[in-house]
């Protein structure tokens, strides 16, 4: 939890020993633990609450993704109603101007635009 080493304990018993002193470390152990225990149980509660009202607010948006996931997959794999038009070579060759390249002098052909821009 506190990713506390062998070292590191030590250290924080002989600094509890001094403080508290041999007659009251047991007492203050005991302290510690029932808050340690009590802070844990109270965390567990949250966690325990905060899931319950996460789920009551999930399942059906779970529910509706699954539903949209189903007919996703339903009109995947139906085949297409129309095949769309294909059109012929010619005309979409036609449609697209091809970039001109400026001459050395830095003019280009006429009726043409520089870059295809």
Do not use: C, W
Request: charge should be negative.
């Amino acid at each position: 939890m506190f990713d506390l080493g062998i070292q590191e304990i030590v250290v924080v018993f002989i600094i509890a020993l001094l403080v508290y002193g041999p007659k009251d470390l047991p007492v203050f152990g005991r302290k510690v633990g029932k808050y340690i225990a009590m802070f844990k149980r109270m965390v567990s509660d949250v966690k325990r609450q905060v899931d319950t009202e996460l789920y009551d607010y999930s399942d059906p948006i779970k529910a509706e993704i699954e539903k949209i996931n189903r007919e996703a997959m339903q009109a995947a794999l139906k085949p297409p109603l129309t095949q769309p038009p294909e059109q012929p070579a010619a005309e979409s060759a036609a449609t697209e101007i091809p970039p001109v390249t400026p001459r050395h002098d830095g003019s280009v052909p006429d009726g043409t635009v520089p870059n295809g821009k």
